[in-house]
C-alpha cells in the first residue's frame, strides 16, 4: 500500500514511471502496475457480484484491466497523483459492466444443490443493491474529479486519511478528511437530486 502512496519522491515516480512505460520500457510498466495489483485485486473482489468471486476471475479481472490500460496509456493525462488509479477504477469498472451483460445474455447453468448452498442474494436482493450500484454510479458521475478521487480513494480503496492526503497533494491529513467529507455530502445530494 505505502508504494501506491508514499513519499513525494514516489508520488513524482508516477509520473515518470507513465512516461517511460508509453515510451516501451517494459520494466516501468511492470513497476507501475505492481503498485497497483493488490489494491486492484481487493477492490476487483469486492465489487464482483456473487456468483462472479471466485478468485480466478478476480485475477482475470484484474489481469485484463492493466492490459487495457497499457494498451491505451498514450491517451491517459497524468494531470495529479491518484488519477492514475482512478484511470484504472474506470477501466476495471467498464469490464465488470461487460461481464454482468454477457452473464445476462448467457447465464451459467447451475444445479439445484447449488442453488441451495449458494449464499447469493436472491433476486429482490441483488435488484435493490444493483440500484443503489447503479445511483452511487450515477452520482459520482455527476461529481467534479476531486471529490469523485478522494470518494474512490476512501470508500472503496480504503486508504486512510494520510494516504489520501499524499496521494491528492493535500497538505495534511485534517485537509484530506475534509476533502473526503465534502465529497460525501456532494455524492449523497447528486444521488438524491439525480
Not at 6 to 32: I, V
Not at 49 to 74: E, K, N, S, W, Y
Request: one cysteine or more; aromatic letters at 4%.
Amino acid at each position: 500500500m505505502d508504494e501506491v502512496v508514499g513519499s513525494k519522491s514516489r508520488m513524482e515516480n508516477t509520473a515518470t514511471l507513465l512516461l517511460l512505460a508509453r515510451g516501451g520500457d517494459s520494466r516501468a510498466r511492470d513497476r507501475l502496475f505492481g503498485r497497483y495489483l493488490s489494491i486492484l485485486q481487493r477492490w476487483a473482489h469486492q465489487r464482483r457480484p456473487g456468483g462472479f468471486r471466485d478468485l480466478r476471475q478476480t485475477d482475470d479481472l484484474v489481469q485484463d484491466t492493466l492490459i487495457r490500460a497499457f494498451q491505451h496509456l498514450d491517451t491517459f493525462e497524468h494531470q495529479r497523483e491518484g488519477a492514475f488509479l482512478a484511470y484504472l477504477r474506470q477501466i476495471m469498472m467498464n469490464a465488470i459492466r461487460d461481464d454482468l451483460r454477457r452473464a445476462a445474455v448467457r447465464p451459467q447453468p447451475m444445479t439445484l444443490e447449488e442453488i441451495e448452498a449458494d449464499g447469493a442474494p436472491s433476486p429482490l436482493e441483488e435488484t435493490i443493491g444493483r440500484d443503489c450500484l447503479e445511483r452511487i454510479e450515477r452520482g459520482m458521475d455527476r461529481l467534479d474529479p476531486e471529490s469523485r478521487q478522494a470518494v474512490v480513494l476512501r470508500v472503496e480503496f480504503g486508504l486512510s486519511h494520510e494516504e489520501i492526503a499524499q496521494a491528492m497533494g493535500k497538505p495534511s491529513p485534517d485537509a484530506a478528511r475534509m476533502t473526503v467529507a465534502r465529497a460525501l455530502v456532494a455524492l449523497t445530494k447528486a444521488m438524491r437530486d439525480g
